[in-house]
């Protein structure tokens, strides 16, 4: 079973920064985009960033760009999200997820994507 598992989440004071990691488990990441989606309760399920199969085409959402960064090591069979200035706004359970559909990153259409991990929570607070 394909199974991604998210880890790097904790609580981090507001302008702070963490590193969150997905792994994979049973496949290799290089064929997939890859998105990184957060859910804070009570709101829907949003994209964060995605990023290609090759690692050369990145997306973000309006709210993160310019503080998050995502990236990819085929060779560790890891994607990383980068969270700089973080914001209480920034406060959910961080997942991700291989795009099933393109190897592209031009979609967070949450019907585009599968593999999704446990989730890794990401408490921004003071």
């Known amino acids: 079973q394909l199974q991604l598992v998210e880890s790097g989440g904790g609580l981090v004071q507001p302008g702070g920064s963490l590193r969150l990691s997905c792994a994979a488990s049973?496949?290799?990441?290089?064929?997939?985009?890859i998105g990184w989606f957060r859910q804070a309760p009570g709101k829907e399920r949003e994209g964060v960033s995605c990023?290609?199969?090759?690692?050369?085409?990145?997306n973000y959402a309006d709210s993160v760009k310019g503080r998050f960064t995502i990236s990819r090591d085929n060779a560790k069979n890891t994607v990383y999200l980068q969270m700089n200035s973080l914001k209480p706004d920034d406060t959910a359970v961080y997942y991700c997820?291989?795009?099933?559909?393109?190897?592209?990153?031009?979609?967070?259409?949450?019907?585009?994507?599968?593999?999704w991990g446990q989730g890794t929570q990401v408490t921004v607070s003071s």
């Open positions: 049973g496949f290799t990441l290089d064929y997939y985009a």
């Open positions: 990023i290609s199969s090759s690692g050369g085409s990145t």
């Open positions: 997820a291989t795009n099933t559909i393109q190897a592209m990153c031009v979609s967070f259409a949450l019907n585009e994507y599968d593999s």
